[in-house]
Structure formats: C-alpha cells, structure tokens
C-alpha cells in the first residue's frame, strides 16, 4: 500500500483532538484505527490519549470508546468482549466487532508462596489492603516497613519460572520482577530473563538502622504500693534477661506473691542468670533446676510484652525496633534458651538452630536474624514445633541457570513449571520489594509495580481476543484529591472550579516568593488510590507519584538545598514547602450588586430598608463571623437568625455592630435566639457564598483576599459565636468539615499557628445548643493562636534548624509527621507554565507532567529522577515491556514507531487478524516529557530506530522476526542530544554516562539478532 491509499482509507480517530504539537500518539491511534475499521470497540485508561481525545461533551473518536483507570483497561475490555461473545452465541449480536485497548506492568507468586508482614508470615492470598510489608531498599539495602496499596490476583494456566536451590524458592509468572544484586543496589529483570544469563546473584543479608538505648525504663504498678519497685535496667541486661525468661521462664501468681522462675538444668548456664539477676538488683535465689524472684512490677510486665504461656511466647515490639548492636543481646541468650549451635561433619560452619512451639516469637525471630545480617530457613514438624535454622554464610548466592541442584535427580535450579490455579502479588507503595517463604525457604523477591500492566497479564493468559496497544511516552501523570484547595488570584478556591488561563500561585524558585502564573492545563486523571501527608499545620491528599518541594539539608555549614520528590519517596521527618502568610492583594472587597426589592413588590412584605454595604468592612466582616457560626438564612421568608441568648457577648456585640453598620437598632425579644426579617439582607448575606446552614457553611475565595484587620474581625466573630478560649489557645467548633478546612487555610496564610481538624460525634439524644439531639451527629473542631515573633536577628542560624525559612514573608518548612493511605477517589491536576508547580492546601507540589515509569531510559531526567550531583537521572534500564508480553505465550507481539506507518499498519492489520490476544508496544515521542521541539517528533522517532534504541520486530506464533535493520547504525547520543530530558549527559564529568547507554543497546541489539536468527524481514 502507497501513502495515497493509505491516506484514502476512512478515518476512525478525527482531528479536533487536544494534543501537543509534535506528539506521536495521534498518528499512532490513527494509523491503528484504519487498520480495523469502524465495528471496533476502544477501551482508553486514563492519561494523555483519555484526556485530549475525549473532552466532554466532544470527542475525536468515531467508535463507541470506554474511559477506564490506567490499570484497568485490559480488564474492562477483556469484559466487553466476553460480554460480546456471550451475546453473539445466543444470536442477539451479528455483527462482527474487533476491541482495542490503549494504555500498560507486573507479575505474580504461586498461592502457596508466604509473605513477610508486620504480623509475620501469613498466606500471600490473606494479605490486606493498607497492610504493612517488610521491604529492602533498592539503593541502601535496608530494611523498611512499607504498605501494600494494590493487590493483584488473577487465574493462571499455564507456564511458570521455577527458581530453587538450597537457600531460595520462588514459583512466579514469567513477567515478574525479581531483585538481582549488583555493586550499586538492586537491578529487576523479569523473571525469564534468568534463562539468558549463566549465574545470577541474589542477596540474602540486609541492613538494618535501629534505635539506641541505654536503660529500659519500667512501668510502675497500679494499685499498693509494692515492697520492690524499679524505675529502670540497663538495655543490655534488660535485653538478656528477656532473651532467658522467652525461652525458658514462667510465670506464677498465687497467695504467696508474683513468682518469675526461669528453668535451666544446665549449673553453667544458671550460674549465668543468677549472676545477671543480681547485677540488676533484682531479688534472686537459685533452685535445683531453676532460678526465682518475686516482683509484681515484672511479673506484669513480662505477662503483657511477653505473654505468659510457651506458645504464647514473642519479643516486644519495641525490642525489634532496637539497633543491631543491642539485638545481638537477646539473640544471644535466645540462642542459649531454645537454640543449639552443632557441628557438621565436612563443614567448617556449625549448624545453628533455634525450636519454639510459639507462631509469634518464630515470627519474631525470623525478622530478629534478618536485622541482625543473617537469613534463615523455617519448618514446621508434626508435633507442631516450629524449628528454624540461621544462616551465616552464602549470604550473597549465586543461581546457576544450567546447574542441577540435585546431580542424580537432574533438577534445574531454574526452569519452566505448569502451574494451574491462582497467582497473587501486592504492589507496595515504595521500594518494590519484599521477602517471601516457600518450601520453608526465606528469600528476597520483587513486586508488581508501575503502570499496571497487571491487568493485562491477565487478559493475555485468558486468552481474550483483544489488540492491546501500548503508545509508550516513557512517562506518566501525577495527580491530587479533587477537594484540593488552591490559592488563585481571586483567593482560594477548589481544583475542580479551576479554568484554564486562570491566574494561580506558584512557588518562585530562584527568589523564594509567591508568582502568579497562567494555568495552563486541568486533567481529570480519573480514579486512583490516594494518601494523606500530614504535617502539625498542613495536610494534603495525592497520589503516590505527586512530587513535593522539600528542603535538603546538607549537614553544618553548608547550604541547603529543594528539591522534588515523589510522595512515595518522602518519609517522616522530611521538610516540605509550606505557605505561610497572605500572598494576595489585600484590600477591601467589593460586592457585586443584587436585586433590590422594594415596597409593592408582588409576593414581598419583609422589605425592612436598610443601607447595603458595597464593600467589606471589619464591622461587616464580624458580623459574618458571627452569622457563619450562629446564623441561618431562610431567603423566601426574608429571615436571618441568629441562635445567641439573651444578654451574652455575642448577642450584645451583634447589636452594637447591626447598628453601626445599618444605621438600625436591633431588639432581641427571644430568650436564645436573635431575628431579623429583611429580604434584601437575606438576598446580600446569601449572595456572599458563605452557605446556609450548619453542614454546609465555608469560607468563600473572596476572603482570602481581605486586609489582615478585615480578617482578624471576621475571626472575632467566629469565636464569639462557636469558639472558646484554653489559655492562650482558641478552639473553634463546627459541624461543616468544609468550613474547617477553609477557616485552617485562612488562618495559617494570615501567620497564625494551627492544630490538626479534630473530628468527634454526639449521639442521639445529647443534649447541644438548647435541645436534645434527633439523631447522631459529627462535628469538629481546631485549635490555633498567634504566632510568637522569635528575635531572628540575635537567633538566625538556630531557628534555621527549625525553619529555614523563618526569614520568609511568605513561606516556612514543616516537617512530615505522617503519610497514610486513604481511599480510592476521583483525582485531578493542574498543569502551570514556567515554574512547574502551584499551592494547594497551603502546601508547594509539582503540577503534572513527566514521571518516571519503569519504561523511561536509564539517563533520563524527570520530575521524580532528576538530574543532581548523586544521581544524574534514572539510574535503572528501562523494563522491556515487549519481551514481557512475549514471555505469555501469545499469537501476535510486535514493536514499531510513529514514523513507520506502513510497519504500524501491517502490524496492527496482523494483530486484529489472529484468535486471542494481541500486543503491540509503539515508540512514541512526547514533547511535553521528553522536551524537544514540536517539529522534531518524527527526527527523534526516526533516530531512535536507526540507534538500535527502539528495533522493529515481531513475534508471531513464537517466531522472531527482524523488520528492521539499519546499514550504519547512527551512535545513540544522536537520539539523545535533542532531547533536554538527557542535555546533562553531555555535561562535564557525566562523560561516562553515554558510552553506559551505548554499550546495553549494542548487548540488547546482540541478544535480538540471536532471538531472530535468520528471519529478517
């Protein structure tokens, strides 16, 4: 087919879509589209193709297409076409339609394999949403606890990777991500990719950075005060004597006292306790097989960290928290207690063992020996004892793809293995790592993560007959709640009321000051999991890749310095960018005009003539304060109440002010409540945004915008009516969380201190404001004062420490306190021109734009891998999404570009063609991401090609097939020199960073020729 024919074919994907100049999406779709034809149904997840493509009420698409979350296309038209099938079979449907999604990554554990969780080993198929997971860090080594925020599970017939030698076991989905350990940290390749290389290496120690004590401070007794009463053990004794009372000790209460009595027959070893008891001061006395004291203080103490029975039996949460150094202790006089250390015959380690008839403490053990450096194997015998042997050596192992673990078996230590059942995986919010057991073996392993090509995996090993299209722009979009408040210049405002060109805040990098900038974007980004930052002032809702501005120290007397992070990567402690003044122009409001009624008006007898104000006042302003906390509006009545008693405060000061301010006395005839009967007032008050009843009062945009004495005013007001004083606190109750939110906004950006949003309930029949209530009721309530002016001055270096920017009109640091996940929610973003970012919630976050995804280059500078002096760039190879598809099994894999259209269109008329599932991964260019010129979209496709960086080829039927081979292959830095996102490669002292990404193209190049052989197309 010639370009003029190809042209001539019908147009399924219209112009009138928004999408960048030089983006390589539309062609991409077009091209695909006038392969299949118009009975076609597209299936879009969420991103750049959804959200210019499909602009309510208007779309470029001339086919039924369904908007899904990223990670769920695959799943959803996989559902669509059984749907379609089943429709088809009973003679409802005829016609006969093709399914195409756009969108895609991750892979799974067979259901017998155990996970490591804050709980211990449980089931991988029993694990929780929001559950904490023991994890390694890819870079440091360390251990973390991090939380599942989406778990994967699926039906799997078919080919599995079976890895087992004498330390590890793990049966995964050939697309699974495993951790290989190199100098640097980790590298993931997937799980097939064991079979191309000779020796792997997998780590089996870790690091681990605990807390350092030097006494343990014990709790007092309830109750009479005791004969012996202890404050505190030094850590190391403390933590020995645990280790011996875990093992070996009971506990018995009876007329008589509190009895702690630890067993060992061994004279050597009770000569050891006795001695160790007594340093303590503790009241002991040696028995014929055991060792005794009595202490209520410790008997207690012992019943509820260690529990009383042996299968009761764990060690203290807090112990485990502990560093290396001190575990050592416990672990030691554990080992003394239930372990045994023996030696083998022809080797020169000795066997060490520890035996517990107790879930918890071998639970307990396990991650005591994997903090200590060491790693170990768990089984579980008939008579129910738990017996788990340490490792000290072949701590760095070596997987053989060609050696048998059993010689005369001729068992591989990798291989092919059907399976049949369920698989399941959790995607955990960092690190992407976790430790599993299987056949009683402890090993380290990945997770799924990314984009979400788990769905996909699915609908390929199910066989559904879908194309599935992957346009890959090597990135991907962040986002935050759709209750995100954001500072424009009309005030504060939600992130759904945002238009485009509006005039919004942004934080100035270069002078640290309050900028307005042009929005320049909104992007319904669609459903996705969402998680709380909290700090003592400030929260936030945002999804895990939302990048914040943080402060990086650099240790003394060196300057700090910001830079963005993923939310996923900050951590407790960490410094964010906070607002903390009034970046607005502060003058008086004026109000817009509002029809007047006047007397005669038909249906209208409450006119009450009053002078209406034009503009904002701070008599106005405390008036509202008062209406906003006590007030109601029933405009069709022409009433505004007020629910103060007689001869309060408040009530007093509301009539001082109406007559100030209208020129009328007011007269308060009820005993708890104020009227005032005017239709015009109701219609202004009404008119001023700030809601009508209780639930749904806020504070509108406008007031953010009102001089400080305006401000302060309208705060008199609020505490007069629903606020009391604690000392030099003010506390403000309220049951709209929306007027909580704004008000906390409001105060922290006029320089006062706020607490957290405290929420509280009163149940049916509580007696609140005069009345009992009708029903349960929630309500909140915050906290907040004046800040105090520290002298910078004589003090600025050391308040530096606290707040680095505590010289700053407008901006100060808070640190992280919290980071927890929410829900599953609608998500929304912005996107600003220039500086890139924007105040939501009084807090500084990156707008959208380009993300790091595991299929963006090794190199490349994005808003999350940034280029800086340790790192220059994402430090990984990118995932190979393509040999990841292949690796199912399925009739049609194929990679192209956006400037080969006739190898595009053959293709995607190749894929609509074969029965089942279908993949199709293209290159596509992305100016926003990538940043290079809009006129150079085909160039860098055409380079990226002719580098080797981005081969054409196929896969049908499990045949490789080379489309493309270029003459004179072109050096990569062509490919990569227009393109800013890699401009600091070129920079002095990253000279080696170059010949790096050249070197993996030429050995991936060499891999692809060996795979093709001699089908060159």
Not at 181 to 207: C, E, H, M, Q, V
Not at 462 to 485: K, T
Not at 801 to 830: A, C, G, H
Not at 916 to 931: D, E, R
Request: net charge positive; glycine share 6%.
């Amino acid at each position: 087919m010639d370009i003029k024919q190809f042209a001539e074919l019908e147009n399924n994907f219209m112009p009138g879509h928004n999408s960048c100049a030089g983006c390589g999406f539309p062609a991409i779709v077009r091209t695909i589209m006038k392969a299949t034809g118009k009975d076609t149904v597209a299936c879009l997840a969420t991103g750049c193709l959804e959200v210019t493509s499909t602009l309510w009420p208007r779309s470029a698409w001339k086919v039924p297409c369904i908007h899904n979350t990223f990670e769920n296309a695959a799943a959803t038209i996989s559902g669509v076409e059984a749907a379609y099938k089943a429709l088809k079979k009973k003679g409802k449907v005829r016609k006969q339609m093709k399914f195409v999604a756009f969108a895609g990554d991750g892979g799974c554990y067979s259901e017998d394999t155990e996970i490591f969780t804050e709980r211990g080993f449980i089931p991988i198929k029993n694990m929780k949403l929001g559950e904490n997971i023991w994890s390694v860090h890819p870079k440091t080594n360390e251990l973390e606890l991090t939380h599942i925020v989406k778990i994967f599970k699926y039906k799997v017939d078919g080919k599995m990777v079976r890895v087992r030698s004498r330390y590890i076991d793990f049966l995964v989905t050939p697309d699974h991500n495993v951790p290989i350990k190199l100098k640097n940290g980790y590298k993931f390749i997937t799980a097939n990719d064991l079979f191309a290389r000779y020796k792997t290496p997998f780590n089996r120690s870790f690091k681990w950075k605990g807390k350092r004590l030097n006494y343990y401070k014990i709790p007092k007794t309830k109750g009479r005060k005791p004969i012996n009463n202890f404050s505190k053990f030094k850590i190391e004794d403390w933590l020995q004597f645990l280790g011996w009372f875990i093992t070996e000790g009971t506990l018995y209460k009876s007329k008589s006292g509190y009895l702690i009595r630890i067993y060992q027959s061994n004279k050597k070893n009770r000569k050891e306790i006795l001695n160790l008891l007594k340093r303590m001061n503790l009241p002991a006395f040696e028995c014929n097989r055991s060792v005794d004291f009595q202490s209520k203080q410790i008997y207690e103490l012992l019943l509820n960290d260690c529990g009383k029975y042996s299968k009761e039996r764990k060690i203290p949460n807090w112990v485990l928290d502990l560093d290396r150094s001190l575990l050592k202790y416990i672990y030691e006089s554990l080992m003394k207690g239930d372990g045994s250390v023996k030696k083998q015959k022809n080797r020169r380690i000795p066997h060490s063992k520890f035996i517990t008839s107790s879930q918890k403490l071998m639970n307990n053990f396990v991650e005591l020996v994997l903090k200590l450096g060491c790693n170990c194997n768990v089984s579980f015998d008939k008579r129910k004892i738990y017996r788990i042997g340490i490792s000290k050596q072949h701590l760095e192992h070596y997987i053989y793809t060609k050696r048998n673990l059993y010689e005369k078996q001729g068992i591989k230590q990798v291989k092919e293995e059907r399976y049949k059942g369920m698989v399941y995986c959790p995607q955990l919010y960092k690190n992407h790592t976790v430790i599993i057991k299987r056949n009683n073996k402890i090993s380290l392993n990945g997770n799924s993560y990314d984009i979400g090509l788990q769905s996909l995996s699915g609908m390929l090993e199910r066989g559904h007959d879908v194309v599935y299209v992957l346009y890959d722009n090597e990135g991907y979009m962040n986002c935050l709640s759709r209750d995100s408040l954001v500072m424009t210049q009309a005030g504060l405002k939600k992130i759904t009321d945002i238009k485009k060109g509006e005039k919004i805040y942004a934080f100035d990098l270069k002078k640290h000051n309050p900028i307005l900038k042009k929005c320049s974007g909104i992007f319904d980004n669609g459903i996705k999991k969402v998680y709380e930052l909290k700090t003592y002032h400030h929260s936030i809702k945002a999804t895990s890749n939302h990048p914040f501005l943080i402060l990086k120290r650099k240790g003394r007397g060196k300057t700090p310095e910001l830079v963005w992070k993923k939310l996923e990567n900050l951590k407790k402690g960490d410094e964010i960018i906070v607002s903390k003044n009034n970046p607005f122009i502060s003058k008086s409001f004026k109000f817009k005009p509002i029809t007047i009624s006047k007397k005669g008006d038909y249906k209208v007898n409450k006119i009450n003539e009053i002078r209406l104000p034009k503009e904002s006042s701070p008599n106005l302003m405390e008036i509202l304060g008062l209406y906003v906390g006590d007030g109601w509006i029933r405009e069709k009545k022409g009433e505004i109440g007020f629910a103060l008693p007689k001869g309060t405060k408040a009530s007093n000061r509301l009539i001082e002010l109406y007559v100030k301010l209208f020129g009328k006395k007011l007269i308060h005839k009820e005993k708890n409540y104020i009227y005032v009967y005017s239709v015009n007032l109701a219609r202004f008050i009404n008119s001023l945004d700030f809601g009508t009843s209780a639930k749904t009062k806020i504070v509108p945009p406008w007031v953010f915008t009102l001089p400080k004495e305006e401000k302060e005013a309208f705060f008199r007001g609020l505490m007069l009516s629903d606020g009391y004083k604690i000392r030099n606190s003010n506390r403000y109750v309220s049951a709209s969380q929306d007027l909580l939110k704004t008000l906390r906004l409001l105060l922290q950006t006029t320089n006062y201190r706020v607490g957290k949003i405290h929420l509280q309930k009163k149940l049916k029949g509580e007696f609140c404001v005069y009345r009992r209530l009708l029903e349960d009721s929630s309500y909140g309530y915050i906290c907040f004062s004046k800040k105090k002016n520290p002298n910078i001055k004589k003090y600025l270096s050391q308040i530096k420490q606290r707040d680095f920017f505590i010289d700053n009109d407008y901006f100060s640091t808070e640190k992280i306190n919290s980071i927890t996940f929410i829900k599953e929610e609608p998500t929304l973003d912005l996107r600003v021109d220039g500086e890139h970012n924007f105040i939501a919630d009084g807090i500084v976050v990156h707008n959208t734009g380009n993300q790091r995804s595991s299929a963006t280059p090794f190199g490349a500078a994005t808003t999350t891998t940034p280029d800086g002096k340790v790192l220059h760039g994402k430090d990984l190879f990118r995932k190979d999404i393509t040999k990841i598809a292949v690796a199912h099994n399925i009739p049609y894999v194929a990679q192209s570009a956006m400037h080969t259209w006739s190898d595009l269109y053959e293709k995607a008329k190749k894929a609509f063609a074969v029965k089942g599932p279908a993949f199709l991964n293209v290159f596509s260019p992305c100016p926003q991401n990538w940043k290079y010129h809009s006129s150079l979209g085909v160039e860098i496709s055409k380079l990226a090609v002719n580098s080797n960086f981005w081969p054409l080829y196929e896969v049908e039927n499990g045949v490789w097939k080379l489309n493309y081979k270029p003459a004179n292959p072109v050096p990569v830095e062509k490919f990569l020199k227009p393109q800013k996102r890699f401009s600091h490669l070129f920079e002095k002292g990253n000279e080696k960073m170059i010949p790096i990404i050249q070197d993996h193209i030429d050995e991936e190049w060499k891999k692809l020729n060996f795979l093709c052989k001699e089908n060159f197309a």
